[in-house]
């Protein structure tokens, strides 16, 4: 069974940090583009970041450049979002999913396949 399951979401204040994990079973992740995404209320879900399977394209939407980014740890077969400088407009539900893929990642998350079930992250004094 394919599984993807988010964890280390919470409460943190403007300008603090937090590092979320994608743990996946049921298949590697090795060979598989991740990308991050998030939901807040009343609003679509988006992509954030992403990493391509080789770990050599990574892709950053605008609002989250120089603040958030992505790893990969293959032998653990999880992937990680780093957010630092956090702002309250980065509350949100944050999802990881995973997609075949070869070269560049893609925001797009009608292409990704694969889901976890969400962390909440909320940023507020």
């Known amino acids: 069974q394919v599984q993807l399951v988010e964890s280390g979401g919470g409460l943190v204040q403007p300008g603090g940090s937090l590092r979320l994990s994608c743990a996946a079973s049921?298949?590697?992740?090795?060979?598989?583009?991740i990308g991050w995404f998030r939901q807040a209320p009343g609003k679509e879900r988006e992509g954030v970041i992403c990493?391509?399977?080789?770990?050599?394209?990574?892709n950053t939407v605008d609002s989250v450049k120089g603040r958030f980014t992505i790893s990969r740890d293959n032998a653990k077969n999880t992937a990680y979002l780093q957010m630092n400088s956090l702002k309250p407009e980065d509350t949100a539900l944050y999802y990881c999913?995973?997609?075949?893929?070869?070269?560049?990642?893609?925001?797009?998350?009608?292409?990704?396949?694969?889901w976890g079930q969400g962390t909440q992250v909320t940023v507020s004094s």
């Open positions: 999913a995973a997609r075949l893929g070869i070269g560049s990642c893609t925001l797009s998350t009608r292409l990704y396949p694969y």
């Open positions: 049921g298949f590697t992740l090795h060979s598989r583009t």
């Open positions: 990493i391509s399977s080789s770990g050599g394209r990574i």
